[in-house]
């Protein structure tokens, strides 16, 4: 396929430069320079999120009153996805405030639908230079069988190719801060809870930032080729 020749050339040409002088290798080119952009772009997307984690794990320990090593040994066992299942069942089970659970709720929501498979797919497929310098493309491997019409063969494909800038990622880094940040203010929320205090609730305009999202139509699919 052409999109893989011109990716092949480009990183072949990189790789060359590197073995002839290896001094010129640094961690800002350690690829073809289309890709630094993302690659900056994504490296901090996976800061943000792991700090997400964190903190949803320090919500789920302060609401289930286990910490310390006992309570590490079980939820290390446990990805995100199962621990926003458990945080919901926490928030219910501690009978927190109705309007501290809604915005709990539009948080998880945002987190399940909006941040992770867009964040997967960024960091988990592949990425393809072209001859243009301002278009890189991200191939997601999927196998698909269509059958566009009836009576006509089945079409198989493999490959899925979808221009993505550095600025697409930056922008989901931008809306997972915002949801982090969300969740820090639930789980000081939760914690006045505890103390029989109203809880703090998150700010209106993130609020309806989130429910626009969780409105909001899914994109369709690109045509794989």
């Known amino acids: 396929m052409r999109i893989e020749c011109i990716y092949q050339s480009k990183f072949n040409a990189f790789r060359d430069r590197i073995r002839s002088d290896p001094a010129t290798m640094t961690s800002k080119s ?5 890709l630094a952009d993302h690659a900056s772009a994504i490296g901090y997307l996976c ?6 984690e964190s903190i949803l794990t320090q919500l789920i320990s302060r609401m289930s009153g286990l910490k310390g090593e006992k309570f590490d040994l079980f939820v290390n066992q446990i990805d995100l996805l199962k621990k926003l299942t458990v945080a919901r069942g926490l928030a219910i089970s501690t009978k927190a405030p109705s309007d501290w ?44 069988i269509e059958r566009p019409q009836s009576r006509q063969q089945p079409v198989l494909t493999t ?17 997972l801060v915002a949801v982090r940040d969300g969740l820090l203010i639930l789980d000081d929320g939760f914690h006045s809870f505890q103390f029989r205090e109203a ?3 998150l700010p209106q305009q993130l609020r309806d930032q989130l429910i626009t999202h969780r409105k909001a139509p ?5 045509k794989a080729r």
């Open 218 to 222: 899914k994109p369709r699919k690109p």
């Open 101 to 144: 659970y809604d915005d709990l709720e539009l948080i998880l929501v945002e987190i399940q639908n909006h941040i992770m498979p867009k964040r997967n797919r960024y960091v988990h497929d592949s990425w393809r230079v072209t001859m243009l310098d301002t278009i890189v493309l991200r191939r997601t491997d999927k196998t698909r």
């Open 159 to 175: 490959k899925e190719y979808v221009n993505t800038s550095a600025a697409d990622i930056w922008a989901l880094s931008k809306d």
């Open 30 to 34: 350690l690829g073809p320079k289309e």
């Open 199 to 201: 809880p703090q609730l």
């Open 47 to 52: 800061i943000y999120y792991a700090e997400l």
